[in-house]
């Protein structure tokens, strides 16, 4: 349940009962013992650089491992995310027959319709079940990891409504938490940001924030990846290379970064 609130303030946390593991390619190299469990995280990053294919990617390694996981998509639809998928020859129908595996497609304007509709019935404390009047997640499902695409998204459908954005988004972290998921939210930036979300504090709000980097030096376009915080968690602090291949993503914790990219940021 929740309640509305203007305040923002990070929920405190106990400690991490375990951590997980990407999957990916020397990405998990970057950590002492991984990313802790029932956390959130915040992927960061400009246009094409990974951020839908790395959440894909984790998402598709742990269903592999037995994980329930689910993108929940308020941008591409589920055809266009398969392809993706196929793309770089994951063997994704298998998963979501079995039930590991889900691709959901979201409005945001209905999303957002049906939170304005609530602040207005309640005309003050506002007292809902936030799964039931937004149905995000389908009725039976209990996933283990999430991945959302993308709080930017979501921003744009609630307009100049920024207060409204605020409550909900601040909400939308702790439901997560409530059920115990490991959660990934997809935020559109610049290419080399000063602020990781729309709202400005999505990144105090989450646990993690990751960010990925495609960075024009001369005539070429190169991916770079840090991990910028992680609560609870031990972790390298530098900027890493970072390519995606015809089988995904791989990421090269000893390679060195080209050299523009501190100088530029």
Request: charge should be neutral.
């Amino acid at each position: 349940m929740w309640t509305q609130s203007c305040g923002l303030a990070h929920p405190e946390k106990k400690p991490a009962n375990g951590y997980i593991k990407t999957g990916i390619s020397g990405f998990d190299g970057l950590f002492d013992k991984g990313i802790p469990k029932n956390t959130s995280t915040l992927i960061a990053g400009g246009t094409g650089s990974g951020k839908t294919i790395f959440c894909l990617q984790m998402l598709y390694n742990a269903a592999k491992n037995g994980e329930k996981c689910i993108f929940l998509s308020f941008e591409e639809s589920e055809e266009r995310l398969k392809k993706h998928m196929d793309d770089f020859g994951w063997d994704w129908r298998r998963l979501e027959e079995k039930g590991l595996l889900r691709i959901v497609k979201k409005e945001p304007f209905i999303l957002t319709t049906n939170i304005e509709a609530m602040f207005a019935k309640a005309k003050g404390e506002l007292l809902i079940d936030i799964n039931e009047v937004l149905e995000i997640i389908p009725k039976g499902f209990h996933p283990d990891r999430l991945a959302l695409d993308s709080v930017t998204a979501i921003s744009s459908a609630f307009g100049k409504k920024e207060e409204g954005f605020r409550i909900f988004i601040q909400q939308l972290f702790n439901y997560f938490e409530s059920l115990k998921v490991t959660s990934f939210l997809i935020s559109e930036t610049e290419q080399l940001p000063a602020v990781y979300s729309p709202g400005g504090v999505e990144e105090f709000l989450a646990d993690g924030l990751i960010v990925l980097y495609a960075i024009q030096s001369g005539n070429i376009r190169e991916n770079a990846i840090e991990v910028l915080k992680m609560r609870g968690a031990k972790h390298q602090k530098k900027i890493v290379a970072m390519q995606i291949t015809d089988k995904g993503i791989e990421v090269y914790p000893d390679r060195e970064v080209f050299g523009g990219i501190e100088k530029q940021k």
